[in-house]
Every structure is written in structure tokens, then in C-alpha cells.
């Protein structure tokens, strides 16, 4: 019996240990997923599945790309990195974008959260001559996206 609860104790405080290593993302950390490109060559929206999403499931986004008038951005280009920042990590699989499925919106496939906590994604768009980044930070907990 005593074994059982130090055991449990233990596991418990483990757990917990775990959690906190994960940290906390910057409280001023933007979770916007429509905001201007860096240098302002673009408008870019991160569209996540309808369907939500979980822990260690593998889902597709849509990312739209517009100029700053509204316009929807064809035949553009866009490499994808990302990962934890706080962990030093990338994605535990490889993202890409695949296909425009409609004018200046693409699909991002092969995403996978496999932890809950702050990840960064990060887009090198090039259409035609101009060139721009985004970066987009989520917070995922048990329940998904945080809004």
C-alpha cells in the first residue's frame, strides 16, 4: 500500500515536472492567424481544419495569400518550417505545402502537434519577384487551438 502511494507520488510530481518544462508562452505572444507578411508584400491567413484538431493527429491548413488589397495571390510559392521554440524543436513531421486549391489559397499537409504548448510556423512566400515572410504562433492545449 505504501509502495503503491509513493509510486503514485511520484508519477504525480513527474508529470507535473513535465508540464512545466513545456513553459509558458511570452504573455504579449500574438495569436493572430491573418496579419501583413514582414515586410508588408502580402496578406496572410492561416485557415486550421474545420474539424479542429488533437494531439498526435495528423490534420492539413489553408493558407491564404492576398496583396494588401485584397487580392488573392496565384501561383506563389511557400516553404514551411516551424516547431517549438521553447523546446528548440521543429514539427515531428515534415509540413509542406502541396497545391493551390483555389486562387491564393494552398494546402499545408502533414501537420502534427505532438505536444500541447506554444509552436511557431513560419512561411517563406515568393510570388512572381517579390518576396516575403510570416510567422504565425499557436498555443495548443488538450482542447486544441487556443483562442
Not at 518544462?21 to 485557415?47: N, Y
Not at 496583396?67 to 515531428?92: E, K
Request: glycine content about 8%; some cysteine.
Amino acid at each position: 500500500m505504501l509502495r503503491t502511494a509513493i509510486t503514485t507520488s511520484i508519477t504525480a510530481a513527474t508529470f507535473a515536472l513535465l508540464l512545466s518544462a513545456c513553459g509558458t508562452p511570452p504573455k504579449d505572444i500574438d495569436l493572430s492567424l491573418q496579419h501583413p507578411s514582414a515586410q508588408g508584400t502580402f496578406v496572410v491567413r492561416m485557415d486550421p481544419p474545420a474539424t479542429g484538431l488533437a494531439i498526435n493527429q495528423m490534420h492539413a491548413w489553408h493558407v491564404r495569400v492576398a496583396t494588401p488589397d485584397g487580392q488573392p495571390v496565384s501561383r506563389a510559392t511557400i516553404a514551411f518550417a516551424g516547431g517549438m521554440p521553447q523546446h528548440g524543436h521543429g514539427f515531428p513531421t515534415k509540413p509542406r505545402v502541396t497545391r493551390e486549391v483555389e486562387p491564393g489559397v494552398y494546402a499545408l499537409e502533414g501537420m502534427k502537434f505532438s505536444m500541447v504548448g506554444w509552436w511557431d510556423m513560419r512561411l517563406a512566400i515568393r510570388a512572381g519577384d517579390a518576396a516575403d515572410a510570416a510567422v504565425f504562433n499557436v498555443v495548443v492545449d488538450e482542447n486544441g487551438l487556443r483562442r
